[in-house]
């Protein structure tokens, strides 16, 4: 009996312990893979989502920090105001922009790209919307740092390259726009149903606009190298000049985001630290009786519009009454606040500068800093009497040397830009206009820069030591690590 | 160890050449009857011995009529017994009440002789934790257990406690270590917020009930926890609860505290400036309020003195300094009521125990409460001679309401009165919490606070948790010397959060009004199958076991949460605007095969090994299997040389080496899209995660060895337990921080190792022992070091946790858990240089200190006096350093006490100018200074406290009341005690900074103290009744 037991025992036991080793290979197996999300995807929900990132990113920590700041079209409050005084402790800060430009638009648009040029799944249509949108998310990481990684950005993934090499900023640019020449020409005649039909944010999958805005933003960066490299800027002008760019408010860029909170600014403007328009940005509307002053601007407690100035050091600012000044208009600032990638004003305004500079043609330059002018009204809805009241304001008619047109020029500009504040730094950095003084009064902060304007974000500490032997390669080539280094575009 | 064998082997043929007689017998328990294994029966005056077997049962050979045998077991007293003509001996051993607790339980549950154990064990008497009734019963533990480091977050009644044993062995995870209930390991992650904010939602610990804790033991080496697999890398804490075995008949226990909770320590603030800057009102704005943003709403205003001035709500007041401590107006005694009754019975063949335990305690900060129910049953029963099975299912209820908001939270109430500017009665702030329109009435701009009242009012949360566990095991005698031991359980957790903000505040939902639910679900299931053979031959006991185990841990959440109310006071998820929602589910299996071992020879050798394969789902399918193992050899050199007398009773030393794998986190091998949360999209958006997968991870190894010594002197009187240790982890999983230009931020690999290595000593004293009065004392002393030795090449330093700009860092040849921060800028001879105005600047970024303290433990003092009994117990701890952000934010805001230097007059800084050379002169405003130094340079060299203090950590004071008084009555037993917790620092170096202030417990959480809730203390009375 007791053996019989036994063998019984040793059977079960044998059994069991077969039972459970093959069972647990299987359910091991099973539970590998990750029910929260999806192993694979078509590419436009990666497409949708680099390209919402691009409209957010206008709005990121860059833009309200630093450039709109730098920018002088306000003052932020509490911890938000330092970079208005020029300094440059903020690596935090540098981190977050730098990595959520490659996290949200490039990691995503680099998978589309790869998606949408591998055999199986190939749509050149596709591939070509894509890299305009790539262009723009590099032409802006570039911009705001200088040298950065492009062949090798944003390839975590899909080259499990860690550790990418920079690339200089004339190699980025030049690359920017052939990339964008190439989409030009394939956007001209794709068919629209093999874009994104059912899945562009940006423009409903309307392939005109989408060449309008790669040429338009072609425009953009060729006159970016126009201190730089005039040659090519007007080489790469007139290819611009000869497609189709941005003419109307229709072909503008924007997004509402409709998600979450809405317009980042809205919570901006009724959060804390509060932003307070500056006395520069103001004046400049008051003076020249601008209809737009109400929309970018809201009256203070007392009914007036009341700025800030730019750069008080701790002790003025604290006699300052800061927060009793205007706030951001509630147009620019409301939850369904249009956000604006690029706009038919700026591509007036740039050719504008292209027909008084670079074609000597002043009459034409007029019309077109005009239309540009129009354009920025009416996008701001501003009505059509005010309209026809401003245009007969001397501020609407180019006037005096080339040196006071030019200034007349990037005055406008720099106010037709809002709320795209990071722009409107690039635009200052670039012509210079609208003039930013340097800092000497004993009650302005002078920072790291003596007083001058910021020219560039920094390479974060995080950056310099996870990335460190490419990163200091670009410092090598292009200077120093410092807030007033300018990048390679950037000779005013 | 060749050697030794052959000695053993020379030994055991020298006996067997002897044998006349044999005798046997079966060695029992005194009281219990249970029987005895591993007791050692030798022949007086030799060398010769055999131990009983698991049994008890024993049979000597080669001994004759006049052979006198020696029972000795550890915890008993030893009996002599003359042979005679006797060939059966059965024998009943009596405890020892003056042994040290030497059986000991052990891994996998087995009940071990502790001599006989090779690697450091410590086992903690209910006397030690259930008369002082802490709500986690493992801050009992605090002081009493050398190398067990144990930090009660200031979070609020149900916190979490930060728990280390040794040290810190892993960058990545908890470094906790595994909580095994009755054989079932139960999840144990830290939790609770961190300075930004969060709060603290408690762990798993604080759903032990004390009153239904048997013993409590600390397994510290991985060579004691090899058995558990990974989960018992850090170490294991083995709970065993009653089965109310000990009983005859049917007993009821009747258990009652009562606790207050008051306040121990507030950081001192200054009472003689008020709202204002640079010595200045603020402005009065056209609303006729003064103006309330910064600077002007700091405490840098004029002296107050008495003056007319037009306060922060816009009405004429005086300016004079408001009488008391904010925090001690604003707080309020806590109290806590636990009443529990057990039922315990026992027959021949079965016992049982079931108890109901409930608790309600109301804490500190007003509105935030506990309400726990437990009900715990255990039941066993020898169902035949061979078959005996154990049951046990506990549930425990939990609801824990407004658990506070911490760190830089809005809602924190601590920040909040803080920061207030010192002019402010919080009578008015009590009074003034909305205007006509229904906001938020404040003293300041900032968006991201709230009035600490309109918080208490309108900000709430409910965290609600159900558990439940249950275990059974059997185990089937198959034969004499072979048993199989089944093992299953299950822990189940249900949570249900949920948090709403009322319209009307800024800093909550944008004034919109909010509200969130989540529930979640998780399960752990673990199963062990063992078997056991045990053999004698010539002297040796071989026991060898095999088992396998299997694992699976897993569980789901779902969550809504909302915001901009439709109508007030109505917080469901229908009541808002903006809506979203998501759901997630894990789960990770690991199944295991294991065989234990163990070789003892004399009573006085004992050789164990293990050796695991465990096979987990989170590793990518070519790399899941991985095999640890470990040795441990105890050596009782004492009984082997036959030096033991009165004088040195135990000489022991012991080794252990152990290696052991460990797994991650599931879901970390594979790449996957997610898909974006969007109501509002006619297109769908996917996103890449952050962290870059890896399909080629391997498991993380770590390789451990210990080596210790115990030592009993004058019948342990004096008794020494001294342990060394060293553990080096390689291939550490984690995600390692990769450049954001890659696209992502993390990326999950094998890299860096930590050498973590230190000593641990604990010493019992017994000065006095009478028949009325005992004095006994305990010393325990840890020294744990952990250093990185490598990380990812990649990196020069991966940060651990960060505040304003003060970092922990594990970086390559330093310290695990640095401090880095910035010093002031200097020259080369160390002077600080200032600017012409004045200023001092921001310099190097240096090492300020070390979040590990040099060595700490506890120094206990028990004495016994009739009925009466005085437990103390003080903690310690020496070296390691914290940043106080706290202290920081309010020299900024100028409430903070040290924020009166230089008011009038001015601060001038030490150092030279950094232009003339010349020692600096220039006077500058201590708001200026404060506020640059502080905020804009984050010099933060002295903001970095020592974190060494000495604490009155718990006095118990107990009586047992006569039983002749109590037999009329029909009580057995009654004891009432007096305890006091957390009394008194004794030693703290910087006054009014609790150096255990935390919001939560995470390795590094104590190093970064900011805007914490106050420390308490806690005093209470208890009542025991035995019917």
């Known amino acids: 009996m007791k053996k019989l037991q036994n063998i019984a025992y040793k059977v079960l036991v044998v059994l069991l312990v077969g039972f459970v080793v093959t069972s647990c290979e299987d359910t091991l197996e099973d539970v590998r893979e990750n029910p929260n999300n999806v192993t694979s995807i078509d590419d436009a929900p990666l497409f949708a989502n680099a390209a919402r990132s691009l409209f957010n990113g206008t709005l990121d920590e860059g833009s309200y920090r630093f450039a709109g700041q730098y920018g002088h079209y306000y003052v932020a409050g509490s911890t938000a105001r330092q970079p208005d005084q020029y300094t440059d402790g903020f690596d935090g800060n540098y981190n977050g922009i730098y990595n959520g430009m490659y996290s949200g638009v490039i990691k995503h648009i680099e998978e589309v790209l790869v998606l949408t040029s591998e055999p199986e799944t190939a749509n050149p249509v596709r591939y070509a919307i894509a890299d305009v949108v790539a262009a723009m998310g590099f032409a802006r990481i570039t911009d705001g740092f200088g040298e950065v990684p492009y062949t090798e ?13 920079y690339d200089t900023q004339e190699f980025i640019y030049n690359d920017l726009i052939d990339r964008l020449s190439q989409s030009i020409n394939v956007l001209k005649t794709a068919d629209p149903a093999m874009g994104y039909p059912d899945s562009d944010p940006v423009f409903d999958n309307d392939l005109d606009r989408w060449v309008r805005m790669a040429n338009s933003m072609r425009l953009r960066l060729a006159m970016r190298m126009r201190f730089v490299n005039p040659t090519l800027s007007q080489q790469v002008v007139a290819l611009c000049l000869s497609e189709p760019l941005m003419e109307d408010n229709a072909h503008n860029a924007y997004m509402i985001e409709t998600e979450g909170q809405g317009n980042a600014w809205y919570g901006r403007r009724t959060g804390f630290p509060s932003i307070k328009m500056s006395t520069m940005f103001i004046g400049q509307l008051e003076g020249t009786a601008d209809p737009r002053l109400s929309v970018f601007v809201e009256k203070d407690g ?52 292209i027909a008084l500079i670079y074609d000597n043609n002043p009459t034409e330059a007029n019309n077109l800093y005009r239309m540009g002018i129009e354009a920025s009204l009416e996008q701001w809805d501003i009505d059509a009497a005010e309209i026809t009241t401003f245009l007969a304001s001397p501020t609407a008619t180019l006037t005096g040397s080339v040196d006071e047109q030019e200034e007349q020029l990037g005055t406008q500009m720099w106010i037709a830009l809002t709320p795209n504040y990071f722009e409107g730094w690039s635009h200052i950095r670039r012509t210079g206009y609208p003039v930013i003084e340097q800092r000497t009064d004993p009650d302005l902060e002078k920072g790291a820069t003596n007083g001058i304007l910021p020219t560039r974000f920094l390479y974060s500490s995080f950056e310099m030591s996870s990335n460190g032997t490419n990163a200091s390669e670009a410092i090598n080539r292009q200077g120093a690590n410092k807030i007033d280094t300018p990048i390679w575009w950037d000779k005013n | 160890m060749n050697k030794l064998l052959l000695t053993l082997f020379a030994i055991i043929f020298s006996i067997a050449s002897y044998s006349q007689k044999s005798v046997s017998g079966q060695i029992l328990d005194q009281e219990t009857k249970d029987p005895l294994p591993g007791v050692s029966v030798n022949v007086k005056g030799t060398e010769k011995g055999v131990p009983a077997d698991f049994d008890g049962n024993y049979v000597i050979s080669g001994i004759d009529e006049n052979t006198i045998l020696v029972f000795s077991f550890l915890g008993y007293k030893t009996q002599e017994i003359l042979v005679g003509s006797q060939s059966i001996i059965n024998v009943q051993l009596e405890i020892d009440a003056q042994s040290l607790d030497e059986v000991v339980i052990t891994a996998l549950d087995i009940e071990r002789d502790k001599a006989s154990l090779g690697y450091s064990v410590q086992q903690v008497e209910p006397e030690e934790f259930a008369v002082a009734q802490e709500n986690n019963v493992m801050n009992s533990l605090q002081g009493k257990v050398s190398g067990l480091q144990i930090t009660q977050g200031n979070t609020g009644v149900d916190g979490s406690s930060r728990i280390l044993l040794r040290g810190v062995t892993t960058i990545d995870g908890s470094n906790r270590p595994l909580v095994v209930i009755d054989g079932i390991p139960v999840s144990n992650s830290s939790s609770g917020g961190n300075p930004n904010g969060g709060i603290d939602r408690g762990d798993a610990l604080s759903d032990i009930n004390p009153e239904d804790v048997a013993s409590i033991t600390v397994l510290k080496g991985a060579g004691a926890a090899a058995a558990y697999g990974s989960l018992g890398m850090h170490g294991v804490i083995l709970v065993t609860t009653k089965s109310g075995t000990t009983q005859n008949g049917i007993g009821v226990t ?20 008020g709202m204002g800057a640079f010595g200045a ?21 004029p002296k107050m003195e008495g003056q007319d001035y037009v306060n922060w709500l816009g009405n004429d007041d005086v300016f004079s300094p408001r009488d008391g401590n904010p925090y001690k107006e604003f707080y309020q005694t806590g109290y806590s009521f636990t009443n529990g009754v057990a039922f315990e019975g026992n027959t021949d063949e079965s016992s049982f125990r079931v108890s109901i335990t409930n608790q309600n305690t109301d804490g500190t900060i007003p509105n935030n409460t506990l309400d726990k129910n437990t009900i715990n049953f255990r039941a066993s029963s020898n169902l035949s001679d061979k078959l005996k099975i154990d049951g046990k299912v506990t549930y425990i209820k939990s609801k824990v309401k407004n658990r506070p908001e911490l760190g830089e939270g809005a809602a924190n109430t601590a920040l909040q009165l803080a920061l207030m500017p010192r002019d402010v009665r919080l009578e008015d702030a009590k009074n003034n919490i909305v205007d006509a329109d229904g906001n938020e009435i404040k003293w300041n701009l900032d968006n991201t606070f709230n009035n600490p009242y309109w918080a208490l009012k309108n900000v709430y949360n409910e965290d609600n948790r159900d558990r439940f566990q249950g275990a059974f095991s059997a185990k089937w005698d198959v034969s004499d010397n072979f048993y199989i031991t089944g093992k299953t359980g299950l822990n189940y957790v249900v949570t249900d959060f949920t948090t709403h903000a009322a319209a009307g505040a800024q800093a909550q939902y944008n004034g919109l009004g909010g509200y969130s639910n989540s529930s979640s679900k998780s399960t752990s299931w673990n199963s062990d199958i063992l078997g056991t053979y045990t053999k004698d031959f010539s002297g040796f006991n071989v026991t060898a076991s095999v088992g396998a185990n299997y694992r699976s841990d897993g569980g789901s959440s779902i969550s809504v949460w909302g915001s901009d109310e439709k109508v007030p006071d109505f917080y469901r998820i229908s009541n808002y605007a903006v809506v979203g929602d998501s759901d997630y589910e894990w789960e990770k299996i ?156 993390s990326y999950t690999t094998n890299a860096g190792s930590i050498k973590n290595k230190g000593f641990e000593t604990q010493l019992n004293l017994v000065p006095i022992q009478n028949d009325k009065f005992t004095w006994d004392m305990g010393l325990s002393i840890t020294k744990s070091k952990s250093t990185v030795e490598s990380i990812d090449e990649s990196l ?21 858990g640095t401090i880095y921060g910035l010093d002031y800028l200097r020259d080369n001879f160390g002077t600080k240089l200032i600017t012409d105005e004045g200023l001092a600047q921001p310099g190097e970024r240096i090492k300020l200190g070390s979040i590990n303290p040099d060595f700490y433990g506890g120094i206990s003092n028990n004495f016994s006096f009739k009925n009466f009994s005085v437990r103390t117990l003080i903690s310690y701890q020496s070296g390691g350093e914290f940043f106080s952000w706290g202290r920081g934010y309010r020299q900024m805001f100028g409430t903070d006490a040290t924020s009166l230097e230089g008011r009038e007059t001015g601060i001038i800084e030490e150092g030279i100018n950094e232009n003339t050379g010349f020692e600096n002169t220039v006077p500058i405003s201590p708001l ?60 703290n170096p910087n006054g009014d900074l609790d150096p255990d202030a935390s919001n939560g417990s995470s390795p590094t959480a104590t190093a970064l103290e900011h805007a914490s809730l106050p420390s308490t203390r806690t005093y209470g009375i208890n009542l025991r009744l035995n019917f």
């Open chain 2, 928 to 987: 200026l200074k404060n506020y640059t130094n502080n905020f804009v340079s984050n010099i933060r060299k002295d903001l970095i406290f020592d974190a060494s203090n000495v604490k009155f950590k718990e006095l118990v004071i107990s009586y047992d009341i006569p039983k002749k008084a109590l037999n009329s009555v029909g009580i057995q037993g009654a004891t009432v005690s007096a305890v006091g917790r957390d009394l008194f620092f004794i030693y």
């Open chain 2, 254 to 273: 009747v258990n009652s505290s009562f606790n207050v909770t008051e306040i121990m320590l507030t950081p001192k603030l200054q009472n003689e400036y």
């Open chain 1, 302 to 353: 007392n009914g007036n519009y009341t700025g800030q100035k730019n750069g008080l050091n701790d002790e003025a600012f604290g006699q300052s009454d800061f927060a009793s000044k205007s706030d951001m208009g509630i147009p620019l600032s409301s939850k369904d606040s249009k956000i604006f990638l690029m706009t038919a004003s700026e591509i007036y305004f740039l050719r504008a500068e």
């Open chain 2, 796 to 816: 020069e330093s991966i940060t651990l946790n960060s505040l304003m700009g003060v970092s922990i860092e594990a970086r390559p040849g330093e310290e695990f």
């Open chain 1, 153 to 165: 950005g944003g390839k975590g993934k899909t080259e499990d390259i860690l550790t990418p090499k």
């Open chain 2, 281 to 301: 009102f603020s402005p009065i704005g056209g609303d006729g309020r003064p103006n309330l943003d910064y600077p002007s709403s700091w405490s840098y205003g």
């Open chain 2, 590 to 745: 690991v199944y295991s095969f294991y065989g234990l071992g163990q070789v003892s020879y004399g009573g006085y050798v004992y050789l164990d090994a293990t050796i695991r394969n465990d096979n987990s789902s989170a590793l990518p399918a070519d790399n899941d299997s991985y095999w640890y193992h470990s040795e441990n050899l105890s050596f009782l050199f004492s009984k082997f040389f036959g030096i033991e007398s009165d004088t040195f009773n135990k000489g022991k030393v012991r080794a252990s080496y152990a290696k052991v794998g460990n797994d991650t986190s599931p879901y970390r091998t594979q790449s996957s899209y997610s898909i974006d949360q969007a109501r509002t999209l006619d297109y769908t958006v996917a996103s890449i995660p952050g962290s870059l997968p890896n399909p080629n991870l391997k498991p993380e190894v770590s390789h451990s060895w210990e080596v210790g010594t115990e030592l009993g002197f004058f019948n342990n009187r004096i008794h020494l337990d001294f342990t060394y240790y060293e553990t080096l982890t390689e291939d550490q999983i984690m995600a390692v921080p990769i450049s954001g230009s890659s696209g992502f931020s």
